[in-house]
C-alpha cells in the first residue's frame, strides 16, 4: 500500500513564505496525480494546487501567483511553496495522491498545520 508523509508547514507572519512537502512511499504503484487541499477550522477542505505527472499544475484563485507546486517523480514527492501568506492561509494543509495497481486510489495524507500570524 502507499503511504504519504507529510513535513513543513509550521507558524510564519503574514507575508513570510513556508513550505511543505509530501513523500510517497510503497511499491508496485503508479503514482499519477499529485496535490494539496487545505481545511480551515469551521470550513470544507479546499483545493490548493495539484499536478499531473507530466507537470501540468492548476491553482485556487486564491492562491495564484503566490503558491508554487512542484514535484520529484523520482522520489515520488510533491511540494507546494507558499510566499506572501495570508492571515486567511491558516489552515490545516492536506496532501494526496492518485495511485494506480490495477484500478487507482486516491491516498491522503496526515495533514500539516500552517499557521500565518498578523
Known amino acids: 500500500q502507499v503511504q504519504l508523509v507529510e513535513s513543513g508547514g509550521g507558524l510564519v507572519q503574514a507575508g513570510g513564505s513556508l513550505s511543505v512537502s509530501c513523500a510517497a512511499s510503497?511499491?508496485?504503484?503508479?503514482?499519477?496525480?499529485m496535490g494539496w487541499y487545505r481545511q480551515a477550522t469551521g470550513e470544507q477542505r479546499e483545493l490548493v494546487a495539484d499536478?499531473?505527472?507530466?507537470?501540468?499544475?492548476r491553482y485556487a484563485d486564491s492562491v495564484k501567483g503566490r503558491f508554487t507546486i512542484s514535484r520529484d517523480n523520482a522520489k515520488n514527492t510533491v511540494y507546494l511553496q507558499m510566499n506572501s501568506l495570508k492571515t486567511e492561509d491558516t489552515a490545516v494543509y492536506y496532501c494526496?495522491?492518485?495511485?494506480?495497481?490495477?484500478?487507482?486510489?486516491?491516498?491522503w495524507g496526515q495533514g500539516t498545520q500552517v499557521t500565518v500570524s498578523s
Open positions: 494526496y495522491v492518485d495511485a494506480t495497481r490495477g484500478f487507482t486510489s486516491r491516498i
Open positions: 510503497g511499491s508496485g504503484f503508479h503514482i499519477g496525480n
Open positions: 499536478t499531473t505527472r507530466e507537470g501540468s499544475a
